[in-house]
C-alpha cells in the first residue's frame, strides 16, 4: 500500500469512525500521524513473546498490538481497509511480514513495525493468526448464476480467458476462501484492501509472489475491473464489515458497470480461432436450461454428475474456460467433428459417445448411459457454444497444441525440477493437487483421485501439449517445449487408476492399447512397472 | 420417332444386321422404305383377330405382324432401336397405339400401322404383350454404388434434385422394371430407343403422357444426359441384346463421361439454400463407411433397417434426394438444429433422438436404442450432408415451407378432386402407393403400410408444405396453395396406424397430442372417427 492508497484509505475510516466499536488502543485516524513514523531503535534480541501477546499487546521494542487496527480478532477493518488476517496461511503471512520489513512490500505503516519483529517474532504472530478462525459470516459458495453483467462475479469466478486471465476462484478457491498457504483468503477481505494490493501489483509494489501470477494477473485488470472484483470480495465477509464496505463505497456500483469486457486479445501463436458466443447470449427456456445444466456439470462435475465420476476433477480442468479456451480441446471444436471414426474404440463415435469416453477415461467413472440427461445437457451446452461454427470444420484451436518433438528427449529428472519450480506451488509436491471447501481447487495429476491410464492425458504429448499451451495457470506459453515435454513425462510417469480396458496383464493391456512411445504405461520408471498394482 | 430418329436407328440397325437370328418376315432394312408409306386403303370392320395374331402374323388389312420388328417375343430389336413390348402395361401399350394412330406420336413407320389397328385390335394386341414376360436376362437391381461420375446410372438412380429432376426409378421403378400402367419398363429397352424417347419429349414430339411428367423432365436432360442415362439401361437387357446395344455405340463412353451435372438452379423461391457437400465427396474408410450406409439405410429403409420399421415407407419418401433437397426438410438443415427442445414430448432432444421421432411416427416402426449402429450412421451421413453449415444457423431451405393459410377453408372434396388429377397416377385411387419388385416405389399415403397418427406428415400444414413445394415428383410448385391444402387435407382425412401415445381413448389422445386444427385425428371424416380402430 503506497502513501496514496493509505490516504485513501483513512479518508473512508475517517469518515465512518464512528462505526469502529472495538477496544483499540487508538483511533485509525491516529495512525494517520504515523504514515511518517520516526525510526525506531534498534534494540538487542530479547526472550521473545508469543505470537497471542504480540497479537493482543504488540512487543516492548515498541511494536503496536495487531489488533489495534485489525481487529480484537484479526477481523479486520473494512472500513480502514486493513486486512483480516485471521485465518491466514502461516507461510503467507510470514512471507508478508518480511517483505514489509525489506520494503518489497511498500506499505509506510507496515515498514516499521515489521522491521521491529525478530523473524521468531514473525513466525510466532503468523502462527497465533493463522489458527484463529476466519472471521464468521463469511459467504463459502459463490454464486452459481453469476452472469457476465456482473463483472466481480464473473472475473472471481469465470476470470476473462481471451486474456488467459484466470478466475480468481481457480487459485483462492471456491468463495475465495483461500487455498493452502500460496493462495491466501479473498472473502473476509474489503474491497478497499483488495483493489489497493491489485493496484501495488499492477505497479511493482508488492513482490510478485507465488509463480508471479498476481503480477500477470493484475496486467489484465482495468480500474474498473479492480474495483468490480474488490467489490464482489467486500459483499462476502461478515455482515457488519460488508454494509460498512458498502457505505463507505458509493461509487461501485457505477464503477462495476463499465467494467465490461474488452476485446478478445487471442494469443499471438493462436491465429483467429473461433468465437462462441458470450455467456449473455445464452438461451432461456427449455433448452437454455439444458445448456445452462450443461455449463454447471461442465465447470462442477462432481457436484453436478457425482454418480459418474471416480475422481477428484471436473472437465473444466482440462477444457479451461469452460470449455470454451481455444487450444485446450474447446467443446466448440469438438461438437463439429464428431461423429468420427476413433481408433480407439474402432468404430465412429458420435459426439454423446465421445463425452462417454471422458467419463470412462479422463474421469475415472462408470458414463452415463446414452440418453441420459447428464449427456444431453453436456451436448446441447457444446452445441450452443459451437453456434456459427462450421460442421466438420477444421476450427483454429481445437485440440491441443502438438508440440514438436523435443530437442532432447524427454527427461524424468528435469521435468521433476520444472514441476518443483512451476507446478509443485498448486498441484502439490505430491501432485494430489489442492481443494477447499469440500471442492477441488488444483486438481491431482496423479494418483487414485487424478485421470486414469486411459485417458488421452497420459499421453506425454497431449500433456505437453496442454501444459505449454495453458500451463501455470495464466501463464501459458511461458514454458519452452522443451519443459514442456520434460514436466509433461515426469507427471506421466507416475501410477494412477487402471485403464478400464485392462486385458489381464499390463503387457497385454499396453501391446492393445498402449503401444505408443507417447505412453509410459507398462514401462519401468525409478523401479516400478506403471499400471502394476 | 421422327424421320431423323428413326434414320438414325437404321444405320445402327444396317451396320448390325448380321446380328439378328429372329425368324422375321422382312430385314429392319426392309422397313426403311416405309419411311414413306402409301397410305393403306380403309377397310370395312371386320371379325377382329386376337391378340396373339396380330402380334404373330398381322391382320388382313396389311398390318404387318408386330414381331417383324420387335422380335419372336416382343423383346425389342436393341440394334434397330426397336423397343421390346413384352411386358408392357395394356392401358400404355394401347395409348401408344392411339397416339400413333392420330398422330400426336410421331412416327412414320407406325403410324399407317396403328391406323390400320381399330380400337379393338389395338386393345387386343396390347393384351396380348402386357401378357408376355419381359424378355430374360434384364437385370432387376440397380447398383447399390452408383456414383456422381457415372452420370447415367446416377440419373437413373438419384436423378438431379437441384434441378427437380427425379431419378428414372423413383416412377418407372428399381432397375427401371415399370410400375403400373403409367411407368413403363425402361430396362430392356434400347439406349436407341430411349434416348429417341427423350428427344421426342424435349421436342414435343410425344404425347406429355401421365402428369406431363416427361416434357418436363426432358427438358432438363443435356444431349449428354439422355444418351448416359440410356446407354445406363442399354446395359441392363438381356445379354446378347445388350451386347449388340453397346457394340453399336462405341461413341457412348467418352459421351457419358461429358454428362456431368450442371450448375445447381435453385428454385426461384427457396432464396439460396445451402448446399450439401456432392456425393463424389463422399470420404472413405470408416467413417465414409458410416456415412454411406447411413445413406443406404435413409433411401431404402426397410431394406436396411428392416427390425425397425412398420411400414412401406423410406426415410427419402419425405426427404426428397436421400435428405439432401432444400425444402424438403433436408438434414442438413436439421442436423444443425439439433439438440433442441421439443414440445412433442417436452424436452431437449438430441439429433439422435430426434431420429428416433422418425422411426416411432412416420416409419411407424419401433426406434432403434441409443447407440445403435442404424443411428450412428444416419447421424454419420446427416453430418456429412451438413459440412460447413454452421451450427445452430437458421439455414434456407430447413423443413418444409410455410404455407399461408388457404383463402378458403381446406376442403376434403376438392381435395379428392385435386388427388385424383394429380396424385392418383402414382400413389394409386386408394392411396396405397405402388411397388415394383417388393420395393415401394411410390408410398402409401394412407393405411395400414402408411405413417402413423403421431408422424409430422399427419398434420395438414406441413402435409401442404411438403406438396406445395416437393409434389408431383419433379413437378414442385405447379399446384397452388390452396390445392396443396385441399388435397393435403384429403390425404390427412383417411385412416392410419394409431398414434403410439395412444391415451386409451381417441378423445383422450387428440386432447393430449392433437389439439391443433392441423390435425384431424380425433374428428369425424365422412362419418367416421379419425384415430377409432
Known amino acids: 500500500m503506497n502513501f496514496k492508497e493509505f490516504a485513501r484509505s483513512m479518508r473512508a475510516a475517517t469518515a465512518l469512525a464512528i462505526a469502529i466499536a472495538l477496544p483499540v488502543l487508538g483511533t485509525p485516524a491516529a495512525y494517520a500521524q504515523s504514515t ?95 489458527s484463529q478462525p476466519a472471521p464468521k459470516g463469511i459467504r463459502t459458495e459463490d454464486p452459481a448464476d453469476a452472469t457476465p453483467s456482473d463483472s466481480g462475479a464473473w472475473l472471481a469466478t469465470r476470470g476473462r480467458w481471451q486474456q488467459d486471465l484466470p478466475a480468481c476462484v481457480q487459485c483462492h478457491g471456491p468463495g475465495g476462501a483461500g487455498v493452502g498457504s500460496a493462495f491466501p483468503p479473498l472473502a473476509g477481505q474489503s474491497a478497499a484492501y483488495i483493489e489497493a494490493q491489485l493496484n501495488a501489483w499492477k505497479n511493482g509494489k508488492r513482490p510478485p509472489g507465488t509463480l508471479a501470477l498476481m503480477p500477470a494477473v493484475a496486467s489484465k485488470l482495468s480500474d474498473a475491473d479492480m474495483h468490480a472484483v474488490a467489490q464482489y470480495y467486500a459483499q462476502q465477509p461478515s455482515a457488519e464489515a460488508g454494509a460498512a464496505a458498502a457505505a463507505s463505497q458509493p461509487a461501485s456500483q457505477t464503477a462495476s458497470q463499465t467494467a465490461s469486457q474488452p476485446a478478445a486479445q487471442p494469443k499471438a501463436d493462436a491465429g483467429a480461432p473461433f468465437q462462441p458466443p458470450p455467456e449473455s447470449a445464452m438461451p432461456g427456456g427449455d433448452f437454455g436450461k439444458s445448456v445452462k445444466l450443461g455449463e454447471q456439470i461442465f465447470r462442477h462435475t462432481g457436484q453436478y454428475a457425482g454418480k459418474f465420476v471416480g475422481n477428484s476433477l471436473s472437465c473444466a480442468n482440462c477444457h479451461l474456460d469452460a470449455g470454451r479456451k481455444a487450444n485446450s480441446s474447446p467443446l466448440w471444436a469438438a461438437f463439429v467433428a464428431y461423429p ?153 510417469s507416475h501410477e494412477r487408476p487402471q485403464d478400464p480396458r485392462f486385458k489381464g496383464s499390463v503387457a497385454q493391456t499396453r501391446a492393445k492399447y498402449h503401444d505408443t512411445p507417447n505412453s509410459l504405461y507398462g514401462t519401468v520408471v525409478n523401479g516400478h512397472l506403471l499400471g502394476s498394482p
Chains 1, 2 share one sequence.
Open 340 to 492: 468420427a471414426y476413433r481408433s480407439k474404440n474402432g468404430h465412429v463415435n458420435t459426439f454423446a459417445e465421445r463425452l462417454q469416453g471422458c467419463f470412462n477415461y479422463s474421469m475415472n467413472g462408470k458414463a452415463p448411459p446414452l440418453g441420459d440427461p447428464v449427456l444431453v445437457a453436456l451436448e446441447s451446452y457444446s452445441y450452443w457454444l459451437a453456434t456459427g461454427a462450421p460442421v466438420g470444420g477444421k476450427v483454429a484451436g481445437r485440440g491441443y497444441p502438438k508440440l514438436p518433438a523435443p530437442a532432447q528427449k524427454a527427461d524424468y529428472a528435469r521435468g521433476a525440477t520444472v514441476y518443483a519450480q512451476h507446478c509443485a506451488a498448486c498441484h502439490g509436491a505430491d501432485g494430489q493437487g489442492k481443494s477447499s471447501n469440500g471442492q477441488t481447487v488444483f486438481p491431482p495429476l496423479w494418483g487414485a483421485r487424478s485421470f486414469n491410464w486411459g485417458a488421452g492425458m497420459h499421453e506425454t504429448q497431449n500433456a505437453a501439449g496442454f501444459i505449454k499451451a495453458n500451463m501455470p495457470l495464466g501463464l501459458g506459453g511461458t514454458l519452452t517445449d522443451q519443459e514442456a515435454w520434460d514436466v509433461a513425462t515426469f507427471m506421466d
Open 36 to 130: 511518517q513514523p520516526a525510526k525506531p531503535a534498534q534494540t538487542p534480541k530479547q526472550l521473545e513473546p508469543s505470537g497471542r501477546t504480540i497479537a493482543m499487546q504488540g512487543t516492548a521494542n515498541g511494536v503496536v498490538a495487531c489488533v489495534t487496527c485489525h481487529g480484537a480478532s484479526g477481523e479486520g477493518n473494512a472500513a480502514a481497509g486493513f486486512p483480516r488476517l485471521a485465518g491466514l496461511g502461516a507461510d503467507y503471512f510470514e512471507a508478508q511480514l518480511a517483505a514489509f520489513a525489506d520494503g518489497r512490500r511498500e506499505n509506510a505503516v507496515m515498514q516499521p513495525l515489521a522491521k521491529n519483529l525478530s523473524p521468531g517474532e514473525r513466525k510466532a504472530v503468523a502462527q497465533y493468526f493463522s
